[in-house]
């Protein structure tokens, strides 16, 4: 079992940054991704940035609409990972959630995810 929590979303103006963590608790020696998602009103969960937390993989994953400004970085002793969000939009509002799976492979599925966040907000005015 992964419990995760994400922290960090509010108001921002556009092309302003934020800085989201998810913090994700599980047994010691595990390997596993976590996975960054994002859902506005009345869409789909979309699928943001993703990278595993492990010694021996550094590889990242990035949706193209945001390859560029967002950037997801991770601390594996303290089993979390950053989302660096620059150059805001309008269009980046949404809830934004984190997610856990076991394992170092990266997927922009959310099917592919266990364990869930309950969501941060980012608003971005123009």
């Known amino acids: 079992q992964v419990q995760v929590v994400e922290s960090g979303g509010g108001l921002v103006q556009a092309g302003g940054s934020l800085r989201l963590t998810c913090a994700a608790s599980?047994?010691?020696?595990?390997?596993?991704?976590l996975g960054w998602f994002r859902q506005a009103p009345g869409t789909e969960r979309e699928f943001v940035a993703a990278m595993p937390i492990s010694w021996s993989s550094a590889d990242t994953l990035y949706a193209d609409s945001v390859k560029g400004r967002f950037t997801i970085s991770r601390d594996n002793a303290k089993r979390s990972v950053f989302l660096q969000m620059n150059s805001l939009k309008p269009e980046d509002t949404a809830v934004y959630y984190c997610?856990?799976?076991?394992?170092?492979?990266?997927?922009?599925?959310?099917?592919?995810?266990?364990?869930w966040g309950q969501g941060t907000q980012v608003t971005v005015s123009s």
């Open positions: 997610a856990a799976r076991y394992g170092s492979t990266l997927y922009g599925s959310p099917e592919r995810y266990d364990y």
């Open positions: 599980a047994r010691s020696f595990t390997v596993y991704a």
